[in-house]
Structures are given as C-alpha cells and as structure tokens.
C-alpha cells in the first residue's frame, strides 16, 4: 500500500509495482498510474510512505484499490488506523509488517513512464508480527502471499 497527504488530506491506495534498486542509500523504484489520485499528490508532495500489509489485512488492502480517494477518506472507510511519521507528512498504516518513509529524490521519468524513484529515509517493521505472511498486489485482482524463508549458504555478512 502506499499512503500520501498534501494539504492536510491523507490518501492511500494499492501499490501493484515496486523494485528495490539500491541498498546504500536505501532506493525504491515505484510505478502508479497517472490515472489514480496518489499520482498527482506523490507527484506534488514528493513524499510517501510504503506500507506492506499482511494477509489478515487483505480485505482492506483489496477495498483501498477499489475506492477513489479523491471524494472519500479512505482511512475512514476503511478502518485503517494511523501512525505518524517521523521524516514525512504521510502517515504510517498501523498493523501493516513494514513501514517504510520515503522521498522521491528523481522524477526524471515520471512524465514517461509514471515511475518514480524514491528514497528510504525511515524504515519500521511491527515487532510483534512474527513469521509475517505479506500481501503483495500483482494487477486486476491478483495477489501472492509470501511467508516461507528459505536460506542459502552466502559467503556475504
């Protein structure tokens, strides 16, 4: 999920695409339609917050992508409770595994390709969610859950 907030009006919608692309600093590639509400806001705001739900959360995860937020507080509708942040307007979802505050730091394609880049300044993750099983949108309704871990030998600490 991703949540924005320009002029004192939070927002928030289901995130379908996101790529890490650099640890050092921490640096998320993300595409939102041009179409949606976030767009415009992220685009004026420069800030937001990624939000990664659990599968006991998919029910509003599933709601937010369904519902415009440019006539309805969907925090509201949804029953989504907040948390602010530290370095961004946008709040922090409660409930949600991982919290991440990011700015955009290059809009370069944006106008093309509706992809922004965005910088980690913050990152949370809910202590008490052990073993979490994590929702990810993929489009038009499909989602995958993941959850098992498998580790590898690495010669990298």
């Not at 029953?79 to 809009?107: F, Q, W």
Request: glycine content about 6%; charged content about 20%.
């Amino acid at each position: 999920m991703l949540t924005t907030s320009h002029g004192g009006r939070n927002n928030v919608m289901t995130m379908c695409w996101y790529t890490m692309m650099e640890f050092e600093p921490p640096l998320v590639g993300c595409v939102v339609s041009n179409r949606n509400y976030t767009f415009s806001i992220l685009k004026t705001s420069r800030e937001c917050v990624i939000a990664i739900p659990t599968l006991g959360m998919a029910d509003q995860v599933v709601r937010a992508g369904n519902i415009s937020g440019r006539k309805t507080d969907k925090f509201k509708k949804l029953g989504l409770a907040t948390m602010p942040a530290t370095e961004v307007k946008a709040p922090l979802i409660a409930g949600c595994y991982v919290n991440l505050e990011c700015r955009v730091i290059d809009r370069t394609m944006v106008n093309k390709y509706n992809f922004f880049i965005l910088e980690v300044v913050r990152a949370w993750i809910n202590p008490s969610t052990k073993n979490p099983k994590t929702l990810h949108h993929r489009s038009y309704g499909f989602f995958m859950v993941s959850g098992k871990t498998i580790r590898f030998h690495s010669k990298k600490k």
